[in-house]
């Protein structure tokens, strides 16, 4: 069993930019692929951006492409999402996902808890 635990979400103004952490309970954080996932209000979830564990390459959604960026520090089991030119439309909760697969695509099979982020225009 992974915990993960999500900070980093508040309130920003459209054009500003906040930095998503995600700390996982497990000693071999090194294994896991780990993704970034958000689901708007009345919305279904959907996928923003992952990073392998195999060889880091990453994939993000195009609604986010150039503008967030995924990335992993194994010694500090933590995830982030560096999320930058916020836009309204980002207003979200988001989740942070671990998976035993080995590319982004894969199913997840632990989830955080969650950390809203609101931009206000």
């Known amino acids: 069993q992974v915990q993960l635990v999500e900070s980093g979400g508040g309130l920003v103004q459209a054009g500003g930019s906040l930095r998503l952490s995600c700390v996982a309970s497990?000693?071999?954080?090194?294994?896991?692929?780990m993704g970034w996932f958000r689901q708007a209000p009345g919305k279904e979830y959907e996928f923003v951006a992952g990073?392998?564990?195999?060889?880091?390459?990453?994939g993000y959604a195009d609604s986010v492409k150039g503008r967030f960026t995924i990335s992993r520090d194994d010694a500090k089991n933590t995830l982030y999402l560096q999320m930058n030119t916020l836009k309204p439309e980002d207003t979200a909760d988001y989740y942070c996902?671990?998976?035993?697969?080995?590319?982004?695509?894969?199913?997840?099979?632990?989830w955080g808890q969650g950390t809203q982020v609101t931009v206000s225009s």
């Open positions: 990073i392998s564990w195999t060889d880091g390459s990453t």
């Open positions: 996902a671990a998976s035993r697969g080995d590319t982004v695509n894969d199913p997840y099979d632990y």
């Open positions: 497990t000693h071999v954080f090194n294994k896991y692929t």
